[in-house]
């Protein structure tokens, strides 16, 4: 019911910046509440990164408060994460993915997108 899309990403120095971008295709019936972004570091499991609700309510994991911002354009039915001053440890692959009514992570990601940060 959802297609999501991702862009972005790359490969940056440390204290670099990169933004990532979501684009979401719905059926007429899907209403998209809360997006959010996830990342998984090599050899770690996927953690939260950042969520936003469709009234612009944003949560961040304590790693990147600061540094990283999401928005979105409802309009578009598109998320953004502005990632600043990246570190080492931002290295990973981000997706986004779109959250059921409970805040759980649903079955719908995006394709991945790699970042990688170098000291």
């Known amino acids: 019911q959802v297609h999501l899309v991702q862009s972005g990403g790359g490969l940056v120095q440390a204290g670099g910046s990169l933004r990532l971008s979501c684009t979401a295709s719905?059926?007429?019936?899907?209403?998209?509440?809360?997006m959010a972004w996830y990342r998984q570091a090599p050899g770690k499991q996927r953690e939260l990164v950042a969520t936003?609700?469709?009234?612009?309510?944003?949560n961040y994991v304590d790693s990147v408060k600061g540094r990283f911002t999401i928005d979105r354009d409802n309009v578009k039915n598109a998320m953004y994460l502005q990632m600043n001053n990246l570190e080492p440890e931002d290295t990973g692959v981000y997706y986004c993915?779109?959250?059921?009514?409970?805040?759980?992570?649903?079955?719908?990601w995006g394709q991945g997108t790699q970042v990688t940060v170098s000291s």
């Open positions: 993915n779109v959250h059921t009514n409970w805040g759980t992570p649903s079955d719908y």
């Open positions: 719905t059926g007429t019936s899907f209403r998209i509440n809360t």
């Open positions: 936003i609700t469709s009234g612009g309510t944003t």
